[in-house]
């Protein structure tokens, strides 16, 4: 079994028998190594290890105290789904809200969304949906046509912690549970102390009370459960998780530098946990009796436009600032029915643009579009260094892409588009085929 995430990593587990019984139940036949402990259990004791450290990490931290509902926001990924999963059944009782956030990306948000709904019905939560572009008028995609075009990432960060403020107070959810791992935390600590962020380094505690009345408190069950395990824990129980990766994947610095924790970790197995301890017990104490250090700003601010609080000088919180960039498009299509690329053509001389077929070359031979040009669609996974010099010659055209679905070349069309090409996807591209 497969699994790919966010970045274009990828988990791999195959599941042969060894050749002994259970070194923990000494029972069933062992199945799986825990890799933080290197010990080789039977299926039934990796649940209950898994699910005991999230019971003693909620216990330890006192994360549900006084909870009357518990929010968690699931991606659809393996981190949210299976936080949601194993906390309803480590606590059939309490009262849980699923809440899942379309934020409108093309050929995945919906996919996503599917797959969530999946979850919570085979677990019988309840979930709430909000669409961003049905609310909102916008979506993440759209971003591609401002100056935050190479930080997709950040500016959806932005939004959805807005929206996550605000669906927890409309829902009255006290406790907002979020999917952050050992591995998460570790590497944002190490990217932050490289960045000298110290005021980030004491909120990445697993516990954050709430900045200000009526927000909610945020923990971090898995806060001391490795990544890996997590995987493990979603293909054992086949918890439905979406395995379409978001387009906008990008390498951010604390990806870069999960990969040196991992470089570490080979040599000693406990790395993770001893820098997380070393930060927790001494350097997180030590930081917030600094004279400097103020846990929450001195004074906050209504956004004049949302209306929602804010630390900013000016008095617009930085979603409001982004958004306003999306209301100041005149154009934001990505995309185009076969119908209105043909009403395009007709409409503009053959110099001004390029049709380009991304799939595979059999396929191209039999027919393409009429003037088309096939491209390997293996393009797509090129670095922006080497799109930017393939497609320079085009640099002044429109650009037009189609696949088989419409997935990859919108995913080509998304990344020239980071590069400033005048770049549209083809929809429905087998109308533009036969039509
Ligand atoms: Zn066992
Ligand atoms: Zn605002």
């Not at 609310?135 to 993440?140: A, S």
């Not at 209306?307 to 995309?335: A, F, M, N, P, Y």
Request: charged share 30%; net charge positive; glycine share 6%.
């Amino acid at each position: 079994m497969k699994y790919y995430k966010c970045g274009g990593e990828t988990f791999e587990l195959t599941l042969n028998p060894f050749p002994f019984k259970c070194k923990r139940c000494k029972g069933n036949e062992a199945l799986i190594e825990i890799p933080s402990q290197g010990i080789k259990v039977c299926l039934t004791c990796f649940n209950q290890i898994f699910e005991n450290r999230l019971k003693n990490t909620i216990k330890r931290y006192r994360m549900f105290r006084n909870a009357k509902k518990v929010g968690v926001f699931v991606s659809g990924g393996k981190d949210s789904s299976a936080l949601l999963f194993s906390l309803k059944k480590v606590f059939p009782d309490l009262t849980f809200q699923a809440i899942y956030l379309n934020l409108g990306i093309r050929y995945y948000s919906d996919l996503a969304e599917e797959t969530v709904r999946k979850l919570c019905q085979e677990i019988e939560v309840p979930l709430y949906v909000y669409s961003l572009p049905k609310e909102e008028g916008f979506c993440i995609d759209h971003f591609v046509h401002t100056m935050f075009k190479n930080k997709i990432c950040s500016v959806c960060g932005v939004i959805k912690r807005y929206l996550f403020t605000k669906i927890a107070k409309n829902l009255s959810i006290d406790v907002m549970a979020t999917g952050h791992h050992l591995d998460d935390t570790v590497s944002t600590m190490l990217t932050l102390f490289f960045q000298g962020d110290f005021e980030g380094i004491v909120r990445l505690g697993p516990v954050l009370p709430p900045l200000y009345p009526g927000q909610a408190t945020k923990v971090k069950p898995f806060y001391h459960t490795p990544e890996k395990e997590i995987f493990y824990y979603t293909a054992l129980n086949k918890i439905p998780v979406e395995t379409c990766t978001c387009p906008h994947g990008e390498i951010t610095p604390s990806k870069k530098n999960k990969k040196i924790i991992e470089e570490w970790e080979k040599e000693n197995k406990q790395f993770k946990y001893q820098l997380l301890s070393v930060f927790l017990k001494k350097l997180i104490p030590l930081l917030k009796t600094h004279p400097d250090y103020k846990f929450s700003p001195s004074e906050f601010k209504s956004c004049v436009k949302c209306g929602e609080i804010t630390s900013s000088s000016d008095e617009i919180c930085s979603r409001c600032k982004r958004v306003s960039l999306i209301e100041k498009l005149e154009d934001k299509k990505l995309e185009l029915t076969p119908e209105k690329f043909k009403e395009f053509i007709e409409n503009h001389p053959k110099d001004d643009w390029m049709v380009f077929d991304l799939r595979e070359k059999e396929d191209f031979e039999k027919g393409g579009f009429d003037g088309a040009l096939w491209i390997n669609p293996e393009i797509v996974q090129a670095s922006y260094r080497k799109l930017s010099k393939l497609f320079k010659p085009y640099r002044n055209k429109t650009l037009f892409f189609y696949c088989y679905t419409g997935r990859l070349s919108y995913l080509l069309t998304l990344k020239l588009r980071k590069l400033g090409f005048k770049a549209f996807n083809i929809s429905s591209p087998e109308r533009l085929l036969t039509g």
